[in-house]
């Protein structure tokens, strides 16, 4: 999964501080936007959704557990 991002670093970082490991897009890239890449082929499904949360509250750290 492809998902844009402000900082490719920050992202990484705060993604790993969750226990979820990711790499920055930059080495996968040749022109597009900064962003990271995530590997989701062995996610089991009642992850998904805590992925889902954790990346949003790295991406938007205000709207951290405020729902949709």
């Not at 900082?7 to 979820?20: Q, T, Y």
């Not at 499904?45 to 949709?68: I, Y």
């Amino acid at each position: 999964m492809w998902v844009p991002v402000p900082d490719e670093a920050a992202a990484v970082r705060g993604l790993l501080e969750r226990g979820w490991c990711v790499r920055a897009g930059a080495r996968y890239r040749l022109r597009s936007e900064p962003a990271i890449r995530i590997t989701i082929a062995e996610l089991l499904p009642d992850r998904a959704e805590r992925l889902a949360d954790d990346l949003r509250s790295v991406l938007e750290p205000g709207l951290a557990g405020r729902g949709p």
